[in-house]
């Protein structure tokens, strides 16, 4: 078959000449790097979603091991291991109740506000153990609320172990503190303490007035399977619009119109600047020829 007989295909190339214009270079770069993003946004929530797992996983195998003596899990001034966390260990000894620690702005599970009371407990050893002992609701002030006091004497505790928190909110003023962590209360109260702190599982003796225990962490798998399917669907969706919109130009013929539109358009403005330069250069040439003649009529 000769180019005469494939006129079809010969169109069919030239048509797709509109790809080279700057309007759909730069649509094709835009959908490129939306497709991009959209991968690597869908690819960030799987990771999310097996760190997620992992995380469950260690909660879960925590929750129902045995609990173990503090020294076992903890050291003082090192931090929580990360399988570690939620871990219950047992110790005994006496709160420093004068070293009561208001940890703000939390709140419970049906979104009241409150403060959790954290409570230093001196071990026999000397070592002290940072104890969120539960939460009590407070109105929504700034006032240091009175809290229940804690067990007096020796004490036997109880508690999942938890990490350190991070930032500035960890900042201890005037025994209160945004979020916990045993590095600020150590040389708030002038104490050496365990890394990490414990949230409240049991005391012996039990307290006269019990706070509301720390809920334990869901083990769902939250959103991010089904967000990173999101993800990578916008981005399909963003490879299948190109493509899609490009077929229906080249179909319609819209990519040729305009084209032949933009060239018509440069050919007029051609035109156009060719004709002013002619009258230009004639109406120049005009004015040369009645100098000249006036010139020759005075000699």
Same mark, same amino acid.
């Given at each position: 078959m000769g180019f005469g007989?494939?006129?079809?295909?010969?169109?069919?190339?030239?048509?797709?000449?509109?790809?080279?214009?700057?309007?759909?270079?730069?649509?094709?770069?835009?959908?490129?790097?939306?497709?991009?993003?959209?991968?690597?946004?869908?690819?960030?929530?799987?990771h999310r979603l097996t760190d997620r797992k992992h995380d469950n996983q260690v909660v879960e195998t925590n929750e129902h091991r045995t609990a173990a003596p503090i020294d076992d899990v903890l050291a003082a001034g090192e931090p929580v291991a990360a399988d570690d966390e939620w871990r219950l260990v047992t110790v005994t000894g006496t709160y420093d109740a004068a070293h009561t620690i208001i940890w703000r702005y939390r709140s419970n599970d049906d979104g009241a506000?409150? *403060?959790?009371?954290?409570?230093? =407990?001196?071990? /026999?050893?000397?070592? %002290?153990?940072?104890? +969120?002992?539960?939460?009590?609701?407070t109105a929504a002030d700034d006032k240091r609320p009175d809290v229940p006091p804690p067990p007096a004497g020796r004490v036997t505790v109880t508690g999942y172990v938890r990490a350190d928190g991070s930032g500035s909110s960890t900042r201890v003023d005037a025994l209160s503190t945004r979020a916990l962590s045993s590095r600020t209360v150590g040389p708030a109260i002038g104490r050496q303490v365990y890394g990490g702190w414990l949230a409240l599982h049991s005391e012996d003796p039990k307290p006269t007035q019990a706070l509301d225990p720390l809920s334990l962490p869901d083990l769902g798998n939250?959103?991010?399977?089904?967000?990173?399917?999101?993800?990578?669907?916008?981005?399909?969706?963003? *490879?299948?619009?190109?493509?899609? =919109?490009?077929? /229906?130009?080249?179909? %319609?013929?819209?990519? +040729?119109?305009?084209?032949?539109?933009?060239?018509?358009?440069?050919?007029?403005?051609?035109?156009?600047?060719?004709?002013?330069?002619?009258?230009?250069?004639?109406?120049?040439e005009a004015y040369k020829a009645a100098y000249e003649k006036e010139r020759a009529a005075r000699k």
């Open positions: 007989d494939s006129g079809i295909s010969l169109r069919g190339v030239r048509s797709f000449r509109f790809l080279l214009s700057r309007r759909w270079g730069l649509f094709a770069l835009t959908v490129v790097l939306v497709a991009w993003a959209t991968w690597w946004l869908g690819q960030w929530q799987f506000p409150g *403060v959790d009371v954290v409570v230093p =407990l001196v071990t /026999d050893a000397g070592t %002290t153990v940072i104890v +969120d002992r539960g939460w009590l609701g939250g959103p991010h399977f089904f967000y990173g399917l999101q993800w990578w669907f916008f981005g399909v969706l963003a *490879v299948f619009g190109f493509f899609y =919109l490009l077929y /229906d130009e080249w179909r %319609t013929g819209k990519g +040729d119109a305009v084209g032949a539109a933009r060239r018509r358009v440069k050919q007029d403005r051609d035109d156009t600047r060719s004709e002013k330069t002619s009258r230009k250069q004639a109406v120049r």
